[in-house]
């Protein structure tokens, strides 16, 4: 099965600094790559996904890259924000014939210091 | 509304005991699921239905047994609650027939603590 491994535990950044999640996947059939935010006492929300035919996506302050020949993507934020402060998690999917499932990484506890 | 409501948000319990937890999404979605996060915050699946049919079981305890009543609604009941059971079960839905490239939708969460 697929095994998500994502990089650093926890993260502290200063406000207005930029601060860079890294993840690598060991199946090279996944093709779907999305990041999500949880924040306290909440469900992850999706932020932002990257499929496998595209090697990067930019959403105002938040990016994704994909390599795919080395297997990995990072989660990229800039100029980050108190409300930055959540658990951020990696996520990669195999496609399975409509039984496609998301394999999640550790999490990443981010920490903007104002 | 809430999108995906899943009560109750606290559960505390005793070893042994059975429990329940229900979730309700309003947004039309086809397939629900259960996720297990344990203390060191690592989210897993646990089970997916579609339209009422289950579709991924992951190697859960026979004491774990989701129902789905209506695609609108995903249940979950634990038998003989361990000590090991104790997560936040989260429930969440997607658009499509689990298909990749479809944004899940989380609830907050039910905090269950077994004694």
């Known amino acids: 099965g697929e095994n998500v491994e994502q990089h650093p535990s926890t993260l502290s950044v200063q406000e207005g600094d930029s601060a860079v999640i890294k993840c690598t996947y060991s199946?090279?059939?996944?093709?779907?790559f999305p990041w999500y935010k949880q924040e306290l006492g909440k469900g992850p929300q999706l932020i932002i996904d990257i499929r496998s035919n595209v090697g990067e996506k930019k959403d105002q302050r938040i990016a994704v890259t994909l390599n795919k020949t080395a297997k990995h993507f990072s989660l990229h934020i800039t100029e980050t924000q108190p409300e930055d402060s959540a658990v951020y998690f990696c996520?990669?999917?195999?496609?399975?014939?409509?039984?496609?499932?998301?394999?999640f990484g550790t999490g990443t506890r981010l920490t903007i210091i104002p | 509304d809430t999108a995906v409501s899943q009560t109750p948000k606290y559960l505390v319990t005793q070893m042994g005991n059975d429990k329940s937890i229900k979730c309700e999404q309003n947004l039309g979605h086809d397939t629900m699921y259960w996720y297990k996060q344990d203390s060191k915050k690592f989210l897993k699946i646990m089970f997916s239905?579609?339209?009422?049919?289950?579709?991924i079981n992951e190697t859960v305890p026979n004491r774990f047994s989701p129902k789905s009543p209506d695609k609108a609604h995903l249940n979950l009941h634990i038998n003989s609650l361990e000590l090991g059971d104790s997560a936040v079960y989260f429930c969440a839905s997607s658009q499509g027939a689990g298909e990749i490239n479809e944004k899940l939708f989380f609830g907050s969460g039910t905090q269950l603590s077994v004694l």
């Open positions: 239905y579609n339209n009422k049919e289950l579709i």
């Open positions: 199946d090279s059939a996944s093709n779907y």
């Open positions: 996520a990669a999917s195999i496609p399975n014939f409509g039984n496609e499932k998301l394999t």
